[in-house]
């Protein structure tokens, strides 16, 4: 349902090196580069950073969130491990969450809110 996601960034290159990382381990890789705009994406939906096209400063969307799909607990665990150690904010380590849902939470160097999950 959902082709892609963009989020602001004011620093690409900083940007660029978080999800680069995150990319990898999710087996994407860069798809798309211009100047102020990078794509990501492992063959299905993928996920863009850019400079807001304004020219005013990148902000973060109360509420909005990009949950990227993990294919088993280990690797939600990497995926929150991995942004911690790139620059990322905690806001709720791995864990179950209800019966059939684990997941970690963090935000990128730029605020923006993530998710790393699975379901069973």
Do not use: C, H
Not at 59 to 68: D, F, K, R, S
Not at 98 to 115: M, Q, V
Request: glycine letters at 16%; zero cysteines.
């Amino acid at each position: 349902m959902i082709g892609y996601v963009t989020l602001g960034t004011s620093d690409l290159a900083r940007a660029a090196k978080f999800y680069d990382a995150i990319a990898a381990e999710l087996g994407a890789k860069r798809i798309m580069e211009f100047d102020g705009f990078i794509a990501w994406s492992g063959g299905g939906a993928g996920i863009g950073l850019t400079k807001p096209y304004d020219g005013k400063p990148a902000t973060v969307g109360n509420g909005v969130m990009v949950a990227l799909a993990a294919k088993d607990k280990a690797q939600v665990d990497r995926l929150y491990n991995l942004a911690m150690s790139l620059g990322a904010t905690d806001e709720g380590k791995p864990g179950p969450r209800g019966d059939n849902f684990y997941a970690g939470y963090f935000r990128d160097p730029d605020g923006n809110k993530l998710n790393a999950f699975v379901m069973g």
